[in-house]
């Protein structure tokens, strides 16, 4: 085989490798949106049924293979097993594989796998539970700040560190900068969101977010730094803002809660209308889903983007 001839088949094979291990860590990632939340160890014990908590063979447990022999069925028990297991390992196989497409073998790589990896795990129980485990949001952060030294982030120029530092630098290495844009990163995205929130509360009396939401805001600024931070707050409010307005409709037209409404017009306490909407409009959408989506994104649609955007003049 010539040297040319191996180039083309190891090139072939490179996007299957990342489109199966993304698949292999998207089972792990299901292990830590179970876990975590309830407090468990992710190591021990091996794969299980949720159900009847009798392990999973080896051959049971191939990603999205297994879910789909088995029927979407446990082998011991019968009882069906959430979708959510081979769509989470199918979906990250496919961000392993754009991120490669996207940034090749680099360091780049590597950084937004990892991020990519925290961002599915908050995303799916942000989605499923609404909680968004600080087992997540910390060591994220500091493992930001880390590739940070190696790995310089999009927003890593003097004008940023300059409006957020001091008027004279003195000239620091790259990866000064790189980790300064992390820090200033977190503290902006965590500081914008825990004033919105701050001021959700003070103008609709209620609680609109959650300390975790700024937390993972941190966790996703310490990666993108505080141009990128913004931009996700941006997209993901913006996002969530139609998608919440859409959702409380919805539920408005097709009646949710219409008899506890209707319970409470009778008691004079407003028209079946009016209620309906207050009731509908109380509904809580996960924001750290919003904002996962919003990170990803700048991460992979913002470059793209940017590249095909005609020239101004």
Known sequence: MSDLAAYGTVKSVIPIFFFVF??????FLNVCISRIPEGLSIVSPASRCPRCLMPIKPYDNIPVLGWLILGGKCRNCKLPISPMYPIVEFITGLVFLLTWYEFGLTLFTLKWL??????????????????????????????GFLLALFVPIFDNNAGTVFLLTFRQ????????????????GALLGSVL?????????????????????VKMMAMIGAFLGPRDAFLTILLGTLLGSIVGLSWISTLYLIGWKRNVAERASRRGLGTASALRWAIASQYQLPLGTFLAIGAFAVVYAMPWFLAHLPPLV
Request: no cysteine; aromatic share 10%; hydrophobic share 55%.
């Open 193 to 213: 969101l825990w004033g919105a929130a701050a001021l959700y509360k003070l103008v609709r009396q209620r609680e609109g977010m959650g300390m975790g939401d």
């Open 114 to 143: 990892i991020f990519s990896s925290l961002l599915i795990i908050l995303f799916v129980t942000d989605l499923r539970i609404r909680i968004l485990p600080d087992a997540i949001n910390y060591p994220g952060m500091l493992v």
């Open 22 to 27: 993304g698949m292999v860590i998207g089972s």
């Open 169 to 184: 630098l003195p000239p620091y290495p790259a990866a000064v900068f790189s980790l300064l844009s992390a820090i200033s």
